[in-house]
């Protein structure tokens, strides 16, 4: 499992992939704290796979709305 640090103004703090997983869809949308978002944001500057799967989670929040685009018409 993938783990990075950030340093914040009370020392370290650590979040794991699966966490990220448990809160992308507030993080994509913008609703989680900002230190929350900067947590986040470092982890997956170093984690690929998370990478990946924020990449994948996109994609099928953008065919999920295309698909409903096409169904209202």
Known sequence: MCRQAFESSGGPSDIECRQIADLLGDYL????PRHTRELIDFHIEGCPPCVAFINTYRGTIDAARKLREVEDR
């Open 29 to 32: 949308n913008g609703s989680l």
